[in-house]
């Protein structure tokens, strides 16, 4: 891939894991800053024609204003996250809704094994469901107290913090339920199907 493509931020500033070491997946070192990494420019979304939806396999689309979407229930999330470009940052502080939340409001098809998420400036992610329900991801629009930067992927993006960082999409607009786990835009271009840093599950055949 042409690096002219790809932002700044694909190292941070390293520390010791001392004795957190047992938090850190294999592979990875510690940072206090937090990397912008981003395939291509960062997106200016005027929150009022931001909306997010879920489609695909579902009985019946859904989707939301930014305004709906601060009306559902929100829940505080600290969670550790690790890029696949090997820098860990521990006890991040988010503020969203849980991914679970969201699909109390559609009713999903028998057939439905995964998920595409879409965002502004055409990136795409996948992701098996049973990575994504159950507490294990959720969509954040605040992050350590504040709204979240467009550079972080604000207003909103998907954090899925038990696999590296690609997956959590930055810019998020929707979620696609699909029959069958399909690659994105990372995976199409070489990284893992899954992506679990505790495996190094880096590129495709780790």
Known sequence: ????????????KRERA????????????????????????????DLARWTFTIDGLVTAPVSW???????????DFVKDISCVTKWTKLDTRWRGVSVDTLFEHVELDPRAVALIASCDGGYTTNLLLSDALNGQAFVAYEYDGKPLAPEHGGPARLVVPHLYFWKSAKWVRGLRLVNKDAPGFWESLGYHIRGDPWKEQRYTDD
């Open 1 to 12: 891939m042409s690096q002219k493509f790809v932002s700044r931020g694909f190292t941070g």
């Open 65 to 75: 204003s930014w305004a709906d979407f601060q009306h559902l229930p929100v829940q």
């Open 18 to 45: 001392g004795g957190q070491g047992a938090r850190v997946p294999p592979g990875q070192h510690l940072v206090s800053d937090f990397p912008v990494l981003s395939a291509g420019p960062t997106p200016r979304t």
